[in-house]
C-alpha cells in the first residue's frame, strides 16, 4: 500500500501543527525531509521515541521539528508512522506536506489514516466509528459512550451474540450432516431459549439509541406560532443572547436562525421562525414555507401562544397542525394580563407551561423539556448502537433472530432455521466490519476528516 501523508491538525493557526506519514516507505521519507540535530539516521529509530531537528525541502529549511517515529505494527494505523510536529503556522505545515508529497508520498484521503487501522485489524469498524464520535463530543456524557465504544463495547457484545450463533449453527449442522453419529438431537424448545438470551443482548443494543442519539446530537427544535407571540425573545433568551431579531413589528424574523442550546442533559438544535399566519408578503411567505416544513422535520415543537391576546385562527391552525407531533405549547407573557383561551390546547393533550420570555422566566419550560426527553441513567448500563449503520445491522440481526423463533415454535424444518440464523450472524459480522462491502467501508470513512 502506498505512504500516506496529510496535515492532521485543524486547518488553523495554532501552538502546534502535526504532519503524519503511514506506510512502509514512512521512514524513508522522513529521511528525505528531515534532519535530526543528532545526526543520526531516522530509520534507526526505535519506535515511540522522538528526535528534535529541522525539516528541510532540498535543504531549504523549513522549521525547527520534533519528530516521532512509531513502528509498525505499534502504531495507529498498524505501519510505520513518522508525526512532524511543527510551528502551528499553515505556512509551514502546508509546506513540510507538499515536500513529503515530493519526497515519495500521497495525499491521505478522508478518513485513511483510520480506515487504514481498520484493515490493519488494529480497531474494528464500530471503534474506528467512535473515534468520529470522539473528536465531535461536545459533553461529558457524549465522551463516555464514545470512549466505551471505542473501548470495543459494542464489538464485544456484538461478538458474543455472533458466537452464540455459531454455536448453534454449528450444533445444527453436526446433528444434520452426521445422523449416524451419536450427536444428541438439536431440541427446538431448546434451541429457541438460547436464541432468545442472544435477542435481548442485540435488543439492549437498539433499545437506547434513540437516547444515545440525543446525547450525540441534540434534539432538532422548532419554535413556531404567530407573529409577535415572542418567539424571538423566546429564542434569545434560550440561546443566551442576542440572534434573532426582535421587533414589535410583525414579521420581523424573515429566515430560519439556528442554535444549540442546553436544558440539563439535553441539546436542543433550535430554529425560530417567521410566524405562522396568512400573509400576503412574498419574502415573508417563503419563511413561512420553511417553518411549515420544519414543523415535519423537527423531532420537537416549541408552539409558543401570546397568553396577553385572545386565541385566534391562526393559534388554532396551529394547534391542529402540531396535535400529532412531540410539542410544547408555550403560552407567553405572563407577565401581563392573562386572556388567553388554552382549552383547545389542553383538547389535545399538548402539555403546556407558562412562561415570561420578557422577564427571563422559562422554568416550566425547562422542566417540561426535560421531562419529554427523559435520559434514562440506564443508558450507560448498555452501551447504544452509535449510528445508523449499526443500528440498521443490529434491527436486521434481531428480526432474523425472531423469524427463526418463529420458525422452531412453528415447527418448521431446522435447514430452513439454519438459513435464518446463518442470515442474522452475516449481519452481526456486517456491525463489526468482519464481513463487509468496499462501498460501505468507503462510505464509513468518508465522514472522517483528512488527517485522521
Ligand atoms: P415574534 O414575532 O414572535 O418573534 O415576537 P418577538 O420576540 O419579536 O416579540 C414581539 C413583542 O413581544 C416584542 O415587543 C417583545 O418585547 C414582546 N414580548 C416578548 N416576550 C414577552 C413577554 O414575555 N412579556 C411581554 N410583556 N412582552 C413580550
Redesign the pocket.
Known amino acids: 500500500m502506498h505512504t500516506i501523508a496529510a496535515i492532521s491538525t485543524p486547518n488553523a493557526v495554532g501552538g502546534i501543527a502535526v504532519i503524519r506519514i503511514s506506510g512502509s516507505n514512512a521512514f524513508a521519507v522522513a529521511e528525505r525531509i528531515f534532519k535530526p540535530f543528532n545526526n543520526k539516521k531516522i530509520s534507526d529509530m526505535e519506535g515511540y521515541t522522538c528526535c528534535y531537528g529541522i525539516a528541510h525541502d532540498n535543504n531549504e529549511r523549513i522549521d525547527d521539528c520534533i519528530l516521532t517515529a512509531f513502528k509498525a505494527p505499534h502504531s495507529y494505523t498498524g505501519e510505520d508512522v513518522i508525526e512532524i510536529s511543527c510551528h502551528g503556522g499553515l505556512f509551514i505545515s502546508k509546506k513540510i506536506l507538499r515536500t513529503a508529497l515530493k519526497n515519495g508520498a500521497e495525499n491521505a484521503e478522508a478518513g485513511e489514516f483510520t480506515k487504514r487501522a481498520f484493515m490493519n485489524g488494529k480497531l474494528d469498524l464500530t471503534q474506528a466509528e467512535a473515534v468520529m464520535d470522539i473528536i465531535s463530543a461536545k459533553s461529558d456524557m457524549e465522551l463516555k459512550i464514545a470512549e466505551e465504544l471505542r473501548e470495543g463495547a459494542a464489538f464485544k457484545k456484538a461478538r458474543n451474540c455472533s458466537d452464540k450463533l455459531v454455536k448453534i449453527l454449528g450444533d445444527l449442522a453436526a446433528w444434520a450432516d452426521y445422523p449416524e453419529e451419536d450427536i444428541p438431537e438439536v431440541e427446538p424448545n431448546q434451541l429457541a431459549e438460547e436464541l432468545k438470551t442472544v435477542r435481548n443482548e442485540l435488543f439492549s443494543l437498539v433499545e437506547n439509541y434513540d437516547a444515545g442519539r440525543i446525547i450525540r446530537e441534540g434534539v432538532s427544535t422548532v419554535i413556531v406560532?404567530k407573529?409577535?407571540?415572542?418567539?424571538?425573545?423566546l429564542f434569545n433568551c434560550l440561546a443566551g443572547c442576542e440572534r434573532?431579531i426582535?421587533?414589535?413589528i410583525s414579521g420581523?424574523?424573515r429566515d430560519v436562525v439556528e442554535e444549540s442550546v442546553r436544558i440539563g442533559d439535553i441539546i436542543l438544535r433550535l430554529s425560530d421562525t417567521a410566524?405562522i399566519h396568512e400573509t400576503q408578503d412574498i419574502i415573508e411567505g417563503i419563511g413561512i414555507g420553511i417553518a411549515e416544513k420544519m414543523i415535519d422535520s423537527s423531532e420537537l415543537v416549541i408552539a409558543?401562544f401570546d397568553g396577553?391576546c385572545p386565541c385566534t385562527e391562526d393559534d388554532l391552525k396551529l394547534i391542529d397542525r402540531i396535535k400529532n407531533k412531540k410539542s410544547l405549547a408555550v403560552i407567553?407573557?405572563s407577565?401581563?394580563e392573562q386572556v388567553f383561551d388554552s382549552e383547545m390546547i389542553k383538547s389535545k393533550n399538548i402539555p403546556i407551561v407558562y412562561i415570561?420570555?420578557?422577564?427571563n422566566n422559562i422554568e416550566q419550560l425547562n422542566i417540561a423539556v426535560q421531562n419529554l426527553f427523559k435520559i434514562n441513567s440506564e443508558i450507560f448500563s448498555s452501551v447504544p448502537a452509535a449510528n445508523e449503520r449499526q443500528k440498521r445491522c443490529i434491527e436486521k440481526a434481531l428480526e432474523s433472530v425472531d423469524n427463526a423463533v418463529n420458525m422452531l415454535k412453528n415447527g418448521e424444518f431446522l435447514d430452513a432455521v439454519t438459513v435464518v440464523i446463518d442470515e442474522a450472524e452475516q449481519y452481526l459480522l456486517e456491525l463489526t466490519g468482519e464481513k463487509i462491502t468496499e462501498t460501505v467501508v468507503n462510505e464509513v470513512f468518508s465522514r472522517f476528516c483528512v488527517g485522521k
Do not use: I, R
Open positions: 406560532g407573529p409577535n407571540v415572542g418567539k424571538s425573545t434573532s426582535v421587533t414589535d420581523t424574523t410566524g409558543v396577553s407567553n407573557k407577565d401581563a415570561s420570555a420578557k422577564e
